[in-house]
């Protein structure tokens, strides 16, 4: 099964700061998501990276998926207080069966982001 | 569009009762998932929906969970008897498949259970 190792596991920065978080997998990733999420809450999309080398940045926030595909980062620059929350990665996993594919998404621990004022 | 409707929000229940948590896809979406998130874990799939069948259940602990999706659209998930250790947000998600983005999955708010 694929296994998502992030890390860290929890960051603390002050505000302003630049960070990144990493996303590790035992498997070469087919699709690679970013999502934060508020504690207790849903997950809102952040962003989806498919091609080993791609990257895509939406105002402060940069995802990158190296060549091999099996490691992504998520950079966050001058971080603000509305980055806090918690940051998953998950990846897409096929099943064949008769009726064609089915993809599910399996996901890593999460990092949790706390920005101090 | 409308997005991933789940409720309720919030729920408080004591051990061995029961509970049921229902949620309302996005129209067009034919494959719907359950997902449980333990505090501090990331989510982890509890069933998958394809229409109205069954893809995967293999993580659902059947012998207190259920879930249906009888006609297709909406879904829901109860868990009878209820444990302290099924304290936890329960996620559900819908997707469509897009070949020129890949799968687009939407979750909904989740709804966070409590078993006291």
């Known amino acids: 099964s694929q296994e998502l190792e992030q890390s860290p596991q929890s960051l603390i920065v002050q505000e302003g700061k630049n960070l990144t978080i990493n996303c590790t997998s035992s498997k070469t990733l087919y699709g690679l998501y970013w999502y934060k999420q508020k504690y207790g809450e849903g997950l809102i999309f952040l962003m989806m990276l498919q091609k080993g080398g791609e990257e895509k940045s939406h105002e402060k926030i940069t995802a990158k998926l190296d060549e091999k595909k099996q490691q992504s980062s998520l950079h966050i620059t001058a971080s603000q207080p509305s980055h806090a929350g918690i940051y998953l990665c998950?990846?897409?996993?096929?099943?064949?069966?008769?009726?064609?594919?089915?993809?599910?998404?399996?996901f890593g621990k999460g990092t949790l982001l706390t920005v101090n004022p | 569009e409308a997005g991933v409707a789940q409720s309720p929000r919030y729920k408080i229940i004591e051990k061995r009762q029961s509970v049921a948590f229902w949620c309302n896809p996005i129209s067009g979406h034919a494959t719907l998932y359950w997902y449980q998130q333990i505090l501090g874990q990331g989510p982890k799939l509890l069933i998958q929906?394809?229409?109205?069948?069954?893809?995967?259940d293999s993580q659902l602990p059947k012998d207190r969970f259920s879930a249906e999706r009888l006609k297709g659209v909406d879904s829901t998930l109860k868990i009878q008897p209820a444990k302290l250790e099924d304290s936890a947000v329960y996620l559900c998600?819908?997707?469509?498949?897009?070949?020129?983005?890949?799968?687009?999955?939407?979750f909904g708010s989740g709804t966070r259970l409590t078993v006291v």
């Open positions: 998950g990846a897409d996993k096929a099943r064949r069966n008769s009726g064609g594919s089915n993809y599910k998404l399996t």
């Open positions: 929906f394809q229409n109205n069948g069954v893809v995967d």
């Open positions: 998600a819908s997707s469509s498949r897009r070949s020129d983005r890949g799968l687009g999955y939407t």
